[in-house]
């Protein structure tokens, strides 16, 4: 049991440190001043994945029933087809 405990604080301190990384990276995006569809096609891809493993892991939607699963992975993947498309109706 307790071996179970190591290894899921394990798993959480490695992903916790991928977010971290990954929230790193979508700043110096930012701040290098890249812009254009892809690049923004790239951030919500980030914004994604990290949502999807703080949905999955730190909440722990990962071992719920299958509704509570395709609810909040919907949401996420609601909230950002939205963002993109108000990004894609902005485009000059």
């Not at 891809?45 to 990290?50: F, R």
């Amino acid at each position: 049991m307790s071996h179970d405990i190591r290894s899921a604080d394990r798993r959480s301190t490695v992903l916790w440190g991928l977010l971290i990384i990954a929230t790193v990276f979508t700043w110096a995006v930012g701040e290098g001043g890249a812009g254009g569809p892809a690049i923004a096609a790239l951030l919500l891809g980030v914004a994604l994945l990290k949502g999807t493993a703080v949905i999955l892991d730190f909440m722990a939607i990962g071992r719920a029933p299958l509704l509570w699963k395709l609810i909040t992975l919907g949401w996420l993947a609601l909230v950002c087809a939205l963002i993109g498309l108000a990004y894609w109706k902005g485009m000059p």
